[in-house]
Structure formats: structure tokens, C-alpha cells
């Protein structure tokens, strides 16, 4: 047995798009990336999307359209990958970790609150592994301190709050097409909203910094005319190839997503009642999309020496999990326990205690629309096991009860 962690879901409308990107030989940014945009700002409800190469460049082209610049502070969850800290870096801002909600994994709206400071000038959502952080409470903390909300949406494509998509409750949001995500076009990223003079500008910014017009094109029926750079900007665009593959990927989300929502359901009451594991939850009024289906071991706290036991335990889940044929891997980075943000800030990684342990104790099981029934109660079949042997050797369960 051989399950892997994830999979793309691919067939012959992949091959049947590509085919007339090839066809029509253009294969940089051009038509296909133009239909791919439409679609996306249609199915998310949005004004307009600009596709670029990876979420990791749509963060770092957020953070320019705000203005972020040398100390400016960016309010940003302490779990997350870093690409979204490194946004704020990479403008000369400075990242301000803010501590989770261990229930959901996204950033606490109440930490969020006293970390605003008079350099506060952005406010990043991150909604992880599939579920809408609390958008509507962060939309309303940014609005009531004039600051913008952008939202990391790398996970949540087709996730909802209340019926509104993910991705649209703040100036902007962000989207990857990682091969982990719901769809994918290999490497890739989308940012959508709603107002035109950031459309422009990032159109302009993908692009080395190219003039744009006030409709926002660049094309001239000039032949000598090449254009001109009224800024400095970037080469992060997406091509018709990979936008081929969006196409295509975007026909498929519902019943991707529907998928992944049938294993996370057969994951949950397949683990339940595992004194070991504390599973993810779906709030009222949240729709998540099961990215990824992460379990903690233990529950996040502040208990020091029990979050150790939870760590090494989890390790020991993992190592036997992988034996078994069953691959697995940590939620995400506590970003603040970084080397890089450790030594540049002087940063404790208990400063955000729930977010640090809920990387050290979190565990990402195969979870992908290529998964067969009998693969998925394999997986469960082998982690009972596993959690089994754990409590039968002894397992004091009151450490399993981490403080919070």
C-alpha cells in the first residue's frame, strides 16, 4: 500500500485545452490567461481577477497596491506558510504574528484587536487548510481602524461564509494553483477585488512595471511602439498554458470539492471517539473545503511539558504511518518559530503558544479526489491502530488534556 497525500485531478479536458493554447501558438500570457480571469472573478463574484505565478507573488503584489513600506506593520497568523509573512518582508514591512483560534486554525479576530497599533497598516487572513477564517469580525476590526483586510486564500477556493465566497471580504485575496490545492495549473496564483485603480496597478506590476492605459491595456497598433515603464515591477505572470489547465481544473471545482467533502466526513466518524486526536471542525454557517484534513494530537495549549508529549507522540504517529504505507505530513509553519523571524525579531516561539503547538502536533492525512473508499478506510484502519497501541502502552490520558 502506497497512498499518497495529494493528487491533482486530471483528464482529457486538461488535454483538449492545452491542445488549443498549442494550436493557436501562443503560449505566454495572452487570451486563454484573459478567459481563465473571467471565469475565476465570475465564479468567486468579484469585479475582476489578475492571474499571476503563484500566491506567493499575488501576496507580494498585494502588499505594493497597499502601499506597505519601511516600517509598516502587517498583522499576520502566527500558522501559515511563509509565504505570507515574507510578503510584508519583502516590501520592508514588518510582519506582526498574531496568535490562532486552536479550534479553527485561523487567526484569533480578538489577539488581532490588541496588536493593532498607530503603524498598523494592513491586516492578513489567512484561511487555512479549506475553512473562511472569521472574516465578517476581521472585515469590521479593518474597517473600524481605516486600515485594509487582505485575505490569504490559498487554501479556500470555493470555501464560503454565510454564502459568500472566500476571497472577496476584504480590498483583496489571494489564491494559489499549488498541485495541493482544490485545482491547480502546476504553479499559479489569482487575486481578485473589486476596485479598478488595484486592478491597473497590478495588471502594471505582473508585468515589469508596464504603463497602462486608464482601461488598463498596454497593447498599441504601433509596431515600433514597445510600450513604456513609469515603475519598477516584476515578471509574475501566468501563462496561457497554465491558464489552459485553469480552465479546464475550474469545471471540475464543485465536484472536487464535494469529494473532498465526502472523505473529510468519512474521516470524521471513522476517527471519532479517539481519545488521541482532536479532529477539525466545520463551524455554522462556514463551508469548508478540506484542503487538507488535519488532526491534532492532543489539543493546542500552553502546558509545556504536555505539548512535548504531544509532539514526540505525534512523530511517532507519523514514522508509523509511513511504515504502513500512509503519507503524512505537519499542518503548516508557526512562522514566528522560524529561523529567519527568530533571529531577526527576537521572537519566542510561546509568544504564540496555540499557533506553535499546533504545528508541532498536527498531522495532514491523504485527503484528494483520487482517493478510492478502500484507501480511505485503510487510512482510517491504520491510524485507529496506531492510536490504539499508543493508549494500550500506558498513555496517561490527563496529558492528552492540554491546558488552554
Given at each position: 500500500?502506497?497512498?499518497?497525500?495529494?493528487?491533482?485531478?486530471?483528464?482529457e479536458d486538461e488535454l483538449a485545452e492545452i491542445q488549443k493554447?498549442?494550436?493557436?501558438?501562443?503560449?505566454?500570457?495572452?487570451?486563454?490567461?484573459?478567459?481563465?480571469?473571467?471565469?475565476?472573478?465570475?465564479?468567486?463574484?468579484?469585479?475582476?481577477?489578475?492571474?499571476?505565478?503563484?500566491?506567493?507573488?499575488?501576496?507580494?503584489?498585494?502588499?505594493?497596491?497597499?502601499?506597505?513600506?519601511?516600517?509598516d506593520e502587517v498583522i499576520v497568523p502566527a500558522l501559515t506558510w511563509i509565504a505570507t509573512a515574507a510578503a510584508v518582508e519583502e516590501c520592508g514591512g514588518r510582519p506582526v504574528f498574531c496568535d490562532i483560534d486552536p479550534a479553527t486554525f485561523n487567526i484569533d479576530p480578538v489577539r488581532a484587536a490588541e496588536l493593532i497599533t498607530p503603524r498598523t497598516k494592513a491586516i492578513v487572513a489567512v484561511n487555512l487548510f479549506g475553512l473562511a477564517a472569521d472574516l465578517r469580525r476581521l472585515r469590521d476590526l479593518a474597517m473600524s481602524n481605516d486600515i485594509p483586510l487582505i485575505e490569504d486564500a490559498a487554501c479556500s477556493l470555493g470555501a464560503t461564509v454565510n454564502?459568500?465566497?472566500?476571497?472577496?471580504?476584504?480590498?483583496?485575496?489571494?489564491?494559489?494553483?499549488?498541485?495541493?490545492?482544490?485545482?491547480?495549473?502546476?504553479?499559479?496564483?489569482?487575486?481578485?477585488?473589486?476596485?479598478?485603480?488595484?486592478?491597473?496597478?497590478l495588471r502594471s506590476l505582473r508585468s515589469h512595471g508596464v504603463k497602462m492605459t486608464a482601461r488598463g491595456t498596454t497593447a498599441?497598433?504601433?509596431?515600433?511602439?514597445?510600450?513604456?515603464?513609469?515603475?519598477?515591477?516584476?515578471?509574475?505572470?501566468?501563462?496561457?498554458?497554465?491558464?489552459?489547465?485553469g480552465v479546464a481544473q475550474l469545471r471540475k471545482l464543485d465536484r472536487i470539492i464535494e469529494r473532498r467533502r465526502e472523505i473529510a466526513e468519512a474521516y470524521n466518524q471513522g476517527l471519532a471517539n479517539l481519545d488521541l486526536l482532536t479532529l477539525p471542525r466545520e463551524p455554522i454557517g462556514f463551508r469548508h473545503t478540506y484542503q487538507s484534513y488535519v488532526v491534532l494530537v492532543g489539543t493546542c495549549g500552553i502546558d509545556r511539558s504536555a505539548a512535548m508529549w504531544a509532539h514526540e507522540t505525534r512523530n511517532s504517529i507519523m514514522l508509523k504511518l509511513k511504515k504502513a504505507g500512509v503519507?503524512?505530513?505537519?499542518?503548516?509553519?508557526?512562522?514566528?518559530?522560524?529561523?529567519?523571524?527568530?533571529?531577526?525579531?527576537g521572537i519566542s516561539e510561546w509568544s504564540a503558544p496555540f499557533a506553535y503547538c499546533a504545528m508541532n502536533q498536527s498531522i495532514a492525512l491523504p485527503?484528494?479526489?483520487?482517493?478510492?473508499?478502500?484507501?480511505?478506510?485503510?487510512?482510517?484502519?491504520?491510524?485507529?491502530?496506531?492510536?490504539?497501541?499508543?493508549?494500550?502502552?500506558?498513555t496517561d490520558r490527563a496529558v492528552l488534556a492540554v491546558e488552554r
Open positions: 500500500m502506497n497512498i499518497a497525500l495529494s493528487k491533482p485531478l486530471f483528464d493554447v498549442l494550436n493557436s501558438g501562443w503560449v505566454m500570457q495572452g487570451p486563454k490567461v484573459e478567459e481563465f480571469e473571467r471565469a475565476f472573478a465570475e465564479l468567486v463574484g468579484s469585479e475582476w481577477a489578475v492571474a499571476v505565478s503563484s500566491c506567493s507573488t499575488a501576496l507580494h503584489l498585494a502588499m505594493k497596491a497597499i502601499g506597505i513600506g519601511l516600517g454564502g459568500t465566497a472566500s476571497g472577496t471580504f476584504g480590498r483583496m485575496g489571494c489564491f494559489s494553483f499549488h498541485p495541493r490545492k482544490s485545482i491547480t495549473t502546476g504553479e499559479g496564483g489569482m487575486i481578485v477585488g473589486n476596485l479598478r485603480e488595484d486592478e491597473i496597478l498599441s497598433p504601433q509596431p515600433f511602439d514597445l510600450g513604456d515603464f513609469d515603475k519598477l515591477g516584476y515578471n509574475y505572470r501566468l501563462t496561457d498554458l497554465q491558464a489552459a489547465v503519507a503524512s505530513r505537519p499542518g503548516t509553519h508557526a512562522v514566528h518559530a522560524l529561523d529567519y523571524f527568530r533571529r531577526k525579531y485527503l484528494h479526489p483520487l482517493l478510492t473508499n478502500s484507501e480511505i478506510a485503510y487510512v482510517i484502519s491504520i491510524v485507529r491502530e496506531i492510536c490504539g497501541s499508543i493508549v494500550g502502552e500506558g
